[in-house]
């Protein structure tokens, strides 16, 4: 039997590509509503539903990055996070 032998750099290059595919940076909305009309806002021009994220969602987004290379986490992106009813800051 023989066995095959695995370069130590290839193992290292697969890990490293592994967690340079992760995102550094994660926005998450957790709401696409907003009270606003800000002049520079591009919101008004969105076609999708006006919602609020679940928890359950946002929980899952936080179990799934744990341990994850990541940089920064913005709690918003198209909408006011604060109207989102099942959260408190
Ligand atoms: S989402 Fe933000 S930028 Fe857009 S209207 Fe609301 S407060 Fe203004």
Redesign the pocket.
């Known amino acids: 039997m023989s066995l095959i032998k695995i370069p130590l750099g290839l193992i290292g290059n697969i890990i490293k590509a592994r967690k340079e595919r992760f995102p550094k940076l994660l926005s998450i909305e957790l709401s696409n509503a907003?009270n606003?009309?800000?002049i520079?806002?591009p919101?008004a021009d969105l076609t999708r539903k006006i919602q609020h994220m679940p928890l359950q969602i946002l929980e899952k987004i936080i179990r799934d990055c744990q341990r994850k290379p990541l940089k920064k986490i913005n709690l918003f992106w198209?909408?006011?996070s604060l109207t989102n009813p099942k959260l408190s800051f």
């Open positions: 907003c606003s009309n800000c520079m806002c919101r198209f909408g006011d």
